[in-house]
Nanobody
Framework: QVQLVESGGGLVQAGGSLRLSCAASGFVLNFYAVGWYRQAPGNERELVASITSSGYTIYADSVKGRFTISRDNAKNIVNLQMNSLKPEDTAVYYC?????????WGQGTQVTVSS
């Protein structure tokens, strides 16, 4: 089975932190470019952060300096450490893995930041 599963979402107060994890099964995530996306109700899905197989990272301007994407290859997961959370970070967060013609999405995990 080929699957991506996000975890770590929840309810936090503004200024708090969460760590999201994207766990792969049925394939080796190390060989895929991985992105974290988020979508709030009524909004388009937007790229938050991504990491290539070589470790190169990019971040949306809105999260740069607050979020960090990283790989834990031993566990076949990609993490998104989110610090200094703001109410506008509230969304469903999805992970995406891409390699060649393969494009996999997780089911999403809810992040809610209260003010």
């Amino acid at each position: 089975q080929v699957q991506l599963v996000e975890s770590g979402g929840g309810l936090v107060q503004a200024g708090g932190s969460l760590r999201l994890s994207c766990a792969a099964s049925g394939f080796v995530l190390n060989f895929y470019a991985v992105g974290w996306y988020r979508q709030a109700p009524g909004n388009e899905r937007e790229l938050v952060a991504s990491i290539t197989s070589s470790g190169y990272t990019i971040y949306a301007d809105s999260v740069k300096g607050r979020f960090t994407i990283s790989r834990d290859n031993a566990k076949n997961i990609v993490n998104l450490q989110m610090n200094s959370l703001k109410p506008e970070d509230t969304a469903v967060y999805y992970c995406n893995a891409v390699r060649l013609r393969y494009n996999y999405w997780g089911q999403g995990t809810q992040v809610t930041v209260s003010s």
